[in-house]
């Protein structure tokens, strides 16, 4: 038995004809909708453990602590570095997983003119993203424009895919 | 003829202006305050100091100091780390005094930017061109 038979003999145990199994499809979206909401949080316990490998580190080379260290490499100027990473290499799997799990749900449902136009436009949407992210500087990226003061422009962009694929899957999947 | 001048080469999370604010755009006139104001952005999470040292370059723009008119002005400008979000704006002015018409009065402001416990600091000139009237 695999997980979508699993997930239809748990949903139909009344007899009834399964919503959850008919949009099956959208759970992955919604489940990647929550990661990318508590992503902010896992940046931050992530810039937190960096912390502790870099003064471990630094101590293990018998770095004094009043030792000058450049801005460059600050740990607060690094605090953006990770961020600003994070969110460059996200970009591109956040750009087309969503419209690839689109085109599996509705792929006898919506032509293959359609399934090379939605993945073109997604693909140039995602590569001039990924170009202006990667043309910021890490300070000016991180300082900048976030949704809710809480989501960058990588995350806003992942979450605004998602959450629109799920009403396409919706509408189109019956 | 250019009254505000914006740093090229400072790091790119800070950006240092220098401009003349005048209630008529570019000109200083007898009477009418205008000011010399240089602004900082700090879009890094660490503090700097930017040195000011500004002088007129030409015989009728000064800067008004209560004793008479001087040439030059000098001023230590603290620009704290950015907030959580946006940039940390930091800035200093002094007044203008016009001593006469003048078509292309000229203000050559040496601004010099390091970051508080960093010994080194790198220096570039701005260059602001005003009418006096």
């Known amino acids: ?36 909401l508590i992503s902010p949080l896992i940046t931050k316990w992530t810039i937190g453990v960096l912390d502790g490998q870099i003064a471990t580190d630094g101590a293990r080379h018998g770095v004094p602590a009043n030792a000058v260290i ?32 689109t085109i599996l749900a509705l ?18 949407t995602t590569i001039i993203l990924l170009l202006y992210v990667s043309s910021k500087d890490a300070s000016v990226y991180v300082s900048g424009w976030k949704l809710c003061t809480f989501y960058s422009v990588a995350t806003s962009f992942a979450i605004a895919m998602n959450v629109l694929c799920i009403p396409i899957i919706l509408y189109f999947g019956h | 003829m250019s009254c505000t001048y914006v740093t090229s080469q400072t790091p790119r999370v800070l950006k240092l202006k220098s401009e003349v604010i005048s209630p008529t755009l570019c000109r200083v006139s007898t009477g009418v305050p205008a000011d010399h104001r240089i602004s900082a952005e700090n879009r890094s999470l660490l503090p700097y100091i930017i040195n000011i040292d500004s002088g007129c370059t030409t015989a009728k723009i000064r800067y008004d ?13 603290h620009v704290p780390p950015r907030p959580g979000k946006g940039a940390s704006p930091a800035a200093a002015e002094f007044p203008l005094v016009s001593l ?13 930017w390091q970051v508080v416990g960093v010994p080194t600091a790198q220096a570039e000139t701005a260059t602001i061109q005003v009418e006096t009237t």
């Open chain 1, 70 to 101: 450049y801005p460059h490499v600050h740990p607060n100027r690094i605090h953006d570095y990770v961020e600003w990473a994070t969110d460059l290499v996200q970009i591109v799997p956040a750009g087309l997983l969503p419209i690839a799990s």
């Open chain 2, 100 to 112: 006469g018409a003048g078509r292309y009065e000229s203000i050559e402001t040496k601004l010099s």
């Open chain 2, 65 to 77: 100091d209560a004793a008479g008119p001087v040439v030059g002005w000098k001023h230590t400008l």
């Open chain 1, 107 to 124: 792929t006898t449902k919506i032509s293959s003119l359609t399934c090379v136009l939605l993945v073109l436009g997604l693909a140039i």
């Open chain 1, 1 to 36: 038995m695999n997980c979508r038979n699993l997930l239809a003999g748990a949903t139909e145990l009344d007899g009834q004809s399964s919503w959850a199994v008919q949009n099956s499809w959208i759970f992955p979206l919604a489940l990647a909708i929550f990661l990318l």
